[in-house]
């Protein structure tokens, strides 16, 4: 039989790792990309980062996802849209009689999927807390085009803000009680960027939007008031905070603290924030990065709605 000796020792050495992992856990990777072990400068709590290969054609993002994800299997609802694209719409909780609810889009980053969004932002269970209806955008072979980045969809010019649109109109068609003034947007990385791209497309459609390691890639339309928040780390080397040019993206983006001002200039009375965490590229949940954003991007969406019902009709082309 062990010594008591040996068996204090290994209690212990289960205790540190035990420790360990817990402090690890601190910011969650969602890379641009899947490979959580590979190492990115900038990374932060020991979680990797890398970006897909250019022109590679990923696992269907219907059915990948991080091994052990709590939700796996969980959340049913892939719909097909009449032009042949899909999202999932999760069955969503039973609703007061009369109520509107607001609706929660998430879209994922380049080469990542909806259930990893899942995973780290737990928005299901959050929707149904407060009510909500949420949905999950899948863009083509991961990717958005969000009118300069990234990948696929960016090369071949994908409508994706009008798949978005479309996205909006099935929702209410399958869910009663949508609130049309309270349609929000939220994603992590080439989703933030489409986030903030739809946002400054639609912005009488979308009432608010928070992204996590974005950009604004291109122009922004305006025309009417925005509403977005910003969460970036400091030590982000994927989509730099102080912007460059990422050749692997083949993308050049501005630093985030120009965003406040360059949206002002194209739509006037808008709200623009910008918070920021001192790790890398990763979705953070608290620890090291010292702020939770999931429930930080609840708080802001919570405070905007569309002054008025929307007026504009729901399919693609339509809107502004």
């Given at each position: 039989m062990p010594s008591r000796r040996r068996v204090r020792l290994a209690a212990l050495v289960a205790g540190v790792l035990s420790?360990?992992?817990?402090?690890?856990?601190?910011?969650?990777?969602?890379g641009d990309g899947h490979d959580r072990t590979a190492a990115t400068p900038g990374a932060s709590a020991g979680v990797g980062v890398r970006t897909p290969t250019p022109g590679a054609t990923?696992?269907?993002?219907?059915?990948?996802?991080?091994?052990g994800a709590r939700h796996a299997g969980a959340l049913p609802g892939q719909v097909r849209l009449a032009g042949g694209r899909e999202y999932?719409?999760?069955?969503?909780?039973?609703?007061?009689?009369?109520?509107?609810?607001?609706?929660?889009?998430?879209?994922?980053?380049?080469?990542?999927?909806?259930?990893?969004?899942?995973?780290?932002?737990?928005f299901q269970a959050t929707a149904v807390r407060r009510g909500y209806v949420v949905a999950y955008g899948i863009g083509a072979r991961r990717s958005w085009n969000a009118a300069g980045c990234c990948g696929w969809s960016?090369?071949?010019?994908?409508?994706?803000?009008?798949?978005?649109?479309?996205v909006v109109a099935d929702v209410r068609r399958r869910v009663p009680g949508i609130d049309p003034r309270r349609v929000y947007l939220t994603g992590f990385s080439n989703g933030a960027m489409m986030t903030l791209h739809a946002l400054c497309?639609?912005?009488?459609?979308?009432?608010?939007?928070?992204?996590?390691?974005?950009?604004?890639?291109?122009?922004c339309r305006g025309g009417a008031p925005i509403h977005y928040l910003e969460i970036h780390g400091t030590s982000d080397a994927v989509v730099p905070y102080d912007g460059g040019r990422v050749d692997r993206l083949h993308a050049t983006f501005p630093?985030?603290?120009?965003?406040?001002?360059?949206?002002?200039?194209r739509a006037p009375g808008s709200v623009v924030e910008v918070r920021?965490?001192?790790?890398?590229?990763?979705?953070?949940?608290?620890?090291?990065?010292?702020?939770?954003?999931?429930?930080?991007?609840?708080?802001?969406?919570?405070?905007?709605?569309?002054?008025?019902?929307a007026h504009q009709v729901y399919r693609a082309g339509t809107g502004r």
């Open positions: 420790l360990a992992a817990t402090a690890l856990g601190g910011c969650a990777g969602l990923p696992a269907s993002p219907a059915t990948a996802g991080p091994p999932v719409l999760p069955t969503p909780a039973p609703a007061r009689a009369g109520a509107r609810r607001p609706l929660l889009l998430v879209l994922h980053s380049f080469g990542g999927t909806w259930r990893r969004m899942e995973y780290l932002g737990q960016n090369a071949h010019h994908a409508k994706d803000v009008e798949y978005l649109v479309d497309e639609r912005p009488r459609l979308f009432a608010a939007g928070v992204g996590v390691a974005g950009a604004l890639v291109g122009r630093p985030v603290s120009h965003l406040r001002g360059t949206i002002a200039v920021t965490h001192p790790c890398g590229h990763v979705w953070p949940v608290g620890g090291r990065c010292r702020l939770d954003a999931a429930a930080i991007g609840w708080d802001f969406l919570r405070r905007y709605a569309l002054p008025s019902p």
